[in-house]
């Protein structure tokens, strides 16, 4: 049974790039949910896409943009990177139905902007 | 808005000495709590949650933690250590939104002296 998957696992960018991050969710889980870690700090909710469409976001810029795909796999995207864009982000998926399902997580992308 | 608060960046305890990391929430409705550990260089691992059913939860690896709805905590504790259990634990609460997003803590080290 495979578990959430991140793709790719490092990424090197300059300021003002752009880059695309994805996500494939555990098997059965319908719903994604993408997270950034800055270094030495806690995960930060960034948006979650259930049903291809943006359901919540977090408190982020316009330049934080993502994408579901019927097969609930999820993209994230970023423009005009910024050297503050540098961190761990995180893909976390679940079940939207149930009250009780929590969140798997993929082991992150490791974006560097220079 | 849901919060937690991890008190102790970082905890150092022996080998076989007990672990106590500590956790308390803000909540204005009946939290679902969890515990996640990370790695190095990997993503998070659910160690545990609450979600109302009982106050004392276990989880893996020999953890178990309490809710204490008086006292706003929800520690996490083994009775042992183990060199393997050195990583980062977060607590985090999550939202009673529809997109039910984990807020994290700040995280706590756990160093384990042999």
């Known amino acids: 049974d495979a578990g959430v998957t991140q793709s790719p696992t490092h990424l090197i960018k300059t300021r003002g790039q752009q880059v695309t991050l994805r996500c494939s969710p555990k098997s059965g889980h319908d719903t994604v949910s993408w997270y950034q870690q800055a270094l030495g700090q806690g995960p930060q909710f960034i948006f979650q896409y259930y049903e291809e469409e943006e359901r919540q976001r977090g408190n982020f810029p316009d330049r934080f943009s993502g994408h579901q795909f019927p097969n609930y796999s999820s993209e994230l995207n970023v423009n005009a990177l910024l050297l503050g864009d540098s961190a761990l982000y995180l893909c976390?998926?679940?079940?939207?139905?149930?009250?009780?399902?929590?969140?798997?997580f993929g082991d992150g992308t490791r974006l560097s902007i220079l | 808005a849901q919060s937690v608060t991890q008190l102790g960046s970082h905890v150092s305890v022996s080998e076989g000495a007990l672990v106590l990391l500590r956790c308390n929430y803000s909540s204005s409705v009946p939290p679902y709590l969890f515990w996640y550990v990370q790695y190095p260089n990997q993503g998070l691992q659910l160690l545990l949650k609450?979600?109302?059913?009982?106050?004392l939860v276990k989880g893996i690896n020999g953890f178990e933690a309490e809710f204490k709805k008086s006292e706003t905590s929800f520690h996490l504790t083994k009775p042992s250590a183990h060199m393997s259990d050195a990583a980062e634990y977060f607590c985090a609460v999550r939202s009673s939104g529809s997109a039910r997003q984990l807020t994290f803590g700040s995280g706590t080290q756990l160093t384990v002296l042999p």
């Open positions: 609450y979600t109302s059913a009982a106050t």
């Open positions: 976390a998926s679940s079940l939207a139905a149930g009250n009780n399902q929590p969140q798997h």
